[in-house]
């Protein structure tokens, strides 16, 4: 059973932007972090914007300064701006939660992709 719904992805020019949404449907232990995670053909899955409970966030170092992660707790969405898009973002976005480091190391959960809960993925193509 699905909890979490990703959408947003798309097809767009380098340079383009995206707005990815997550909606989670089902109870989540609200003191954990929340993540986006991206897969691109032939590579392996990496975390590349984590949130904690107290919206502490964390950054993969290629989506520093493009990418935004930021969440509405009353609505349970998760949200991923994506600004200045290459090549390389392309991949299929996934997000994910109940990650259990504490606020205040958020990074763990970028570095470790510890996520208890995935959801389905939604893709995005960066392409001239």
């Known amino acids: 059973q699905v909890h979490l719904t990703a959408s947003g992805g798309g097809s767009v020019q380098p340079g383009g932007s995206l707005r990815l949404s997550c909606t989670v449907t089902?109870?989540?232990?609200?003191?954990?972090?929340m993540g986006w995670l991206r897969q691109g053909l032939g590579s392996a899955r990496e975390a590349v914007a984590v949130?904690?409970?107290?919206?502490?966030?964390s950054y993969a170092e290629s989506v520093k300064g493009r990418f935004t992660i930021s969440k509405d707790d009353g609505d349970d969405i998760l949200y991923l701006q994506l600004n200045n898009l290459k090549p390389e973002d392309t991949g299929m976005y996934y997000c994910?939660?109940?990650?259990?480091?504490?606020?205040?190391?958020?990074?763990?959960?970028?570095?470790?992709?510890?996520?208890?809960?995935w959801g389905q993925g939604t893709q995005v193509t960066v392409t001239s």
């Open positions: 089902a109870f989540t232990d609200s003191m954990t972090a």
């Open positions: 994910a939660d109940e990650c259990y480091y504490s606020d205040y190391d958020v990074a763990s959960c970028l570095r470790l992709g510890d996520f208890a809960r």
């Open positions: 949130i904690g409970f107290g919206g502490r966030t």
